[in-house]
């Protein structure tokens, strides 16, 4: 079930509603049948892969909190992880490897075309997580079926995250919780500003990114440097807006899930973009990858490599596809090479009295790093490595600073001057929608501002965000935006 449909409007409220009036012994009961309702709505079959999955890991946990030998609690951890990635790995890979045999070895081996599970990708680490947890500390295992198979399939996270921790979603569902007016409210700023960042900001930049790459020889150099702009714009948009709904679906159930972005969009290097995008992946990678790779612990060489395993596995994790590998690659070459600048960096700014905290600078370097992932967005968007070449080739060369030449890149994409304008406004209430759900510092748009004056701009903000919603949806119910999420596919 897609949280853009109607049948999630009509879902939640009913999952909500029957959630606060049932006994607390039935919660997880009916929390666990509704999550397990909204996986089968458009995945009937693979719900039981799903729940194997649960199954799996839960027997695993009890075999290891058990304390029976070092053997088998290795054997228990083996068993998840290898049957786990086993079978990420045929649904997810089997074609890649067989595309990549046929292709180094010119054989010709027919393609499975397997469909791939929606959601894999993500409950299968958030599996995984809770075994190496356990393996670390068997004191975590958890004897309760009921609440280990809700914590891998409830609803919200289930199909795009947040990659949760069992530590810090498990305990929530125990917790005999009451009605709180703050977690409502909470709840539907997050669902507001979800929908409005899936619907009036990704939506709408794909409906251009979508004409540039549909046809690469129509688009100049410059028409690609905005399509990359605007595919970064689409991918964060429809990402952080499906986490912003499943965090406010989940406060409406009284359960706070982790925060997954934090504002990348306004990062002033590359470094601090890779930890405020998609941070429960990054985090993941971090705790069950880099660290027991070594992480920094054994010299600057072996860190480096240690981040480009990291950054190779997070691109091959996004899509059995080169694109992604590049895209990896070229995420861990870039954050590499800014971490061995840096100290000349400031070593410059300080020979050259250059504020380097100035509002200035922090602007310049925030939009070098949003031209580096207008380019990571080129490898992440096109359907092939030839394809992203050939685009890339145009992205440097040729460019041209004349009218006629900026004027053709927009026409190329279809932006008119007042879509251009539309996408200016999206973006300005995008920033305003971020103060008006995650900061607490008393401004008008906050949560924390309490007056009458700044009431009434927030409930007019509310107002408009709906009204924009509700239009934005109607021309997507008419077919002239594509509405599903990105994140699906992986």
Known sequence: MSFISLAFLIFLPVTVLV??????????????AMS????????????????????????????????????????????SVFINLGLLGIFKYTDFAISTVNSLLHTSFPLKNLP?????????????????????????????????????????????????????????????KKPNEEDFRQGFRLL?????????????????????????????????????LLFTIQIYGDFSGYSDIATGSARLLGIRLTKNFNRPLKATSFRDYGSQWHISLSTWFMEYVYFPLGGSRKGRFRKYVNNMIVFLLSGLWHGANWTFVAWGAFLGVT???????????????????????????????????????????????????????????????????SVPFAASALESLGMTLPYFLQML????????????????????????????????????????????????????????????FIYFQF
């Open 116 to 176: 791939l599970p929606i959601g894999i990708s993500f409950y299968t680490f958030q599996t995984m997580s809770y075994t190496i947890d356990v393996y670390r500390d068997p004191d975590k295992a958890e004897k309760n079926f009921l609440y280990y198979a809700l914590y891998v399939s409830f609803f919200p996270q289930l199909v795009a995250g947040p990659i949760e921790r069992a530590g810090n979603l498990l305990h929530q569902f125990m917790e005999d």
């Open 425 to 484: 406004l999206s973006l300005f209430l995008l920033d305003r929608g971020y103060t008006m759900c995650w900061k607490t510092d008393g401004t008008v748009f906050s949560p924390a501002a309490t007056d009458h004056s700044s009431s009434a701009l927030r409930f007019m903000t509310y107002l408009f965000f709906l009204l924009a919603i509700l239009a934005m949806w109607l021309m997507a119910a008419s077919g002239n935006i594509q509405s599903k």
């Open 36 to 79: 397990i309702f909204f996986y089968a709505w458009g995945e009937p079959f693979y719900v039981f892969l799903m729940l194997f999955s649960a199954t799996l890991d839960y027997v695993c946990g009890r075999v290891i909190g058990a304390r029976i030998s070092p053997a088998a609690s290795k054997a228990a951890l083996l068993a």
């Open 192 to 228: 507001l500003y979800g929908f409005f960042k899936k619907v009036c900001v990704a939506d709408f930049a794909g409906s251009f990114v979508n004409t540039a790459f549909s046809d690469p020889s129509l688009v100049n150099g410059l028409g690609f440097w905005l399509a990359g």
């Open 335 to 401: 954050t590499i090479t800014e971490d061995l600048i840096r100290p000349y960096y400031h070593k410059a700014c300080d020979f050259l009295r250059i504020d380097n905290s100035s509002a200035f600078v922090l602007r310049v370097r925030n939009i070098i790093v949003l031209l580096l992932v207008a380019i990571t967005s080129i490898f992440f968007r096109s359907r092939d490595i030839g394809e992203a070449a050939q685009i890339l080739g145009k992205m440097f060369g040729g460019l041209s600073v």
């Open 19 to 32: 959630y606060w009036h049932v006994p607390f012994r039935i919660k997880k009961i009916w929390l666990l």
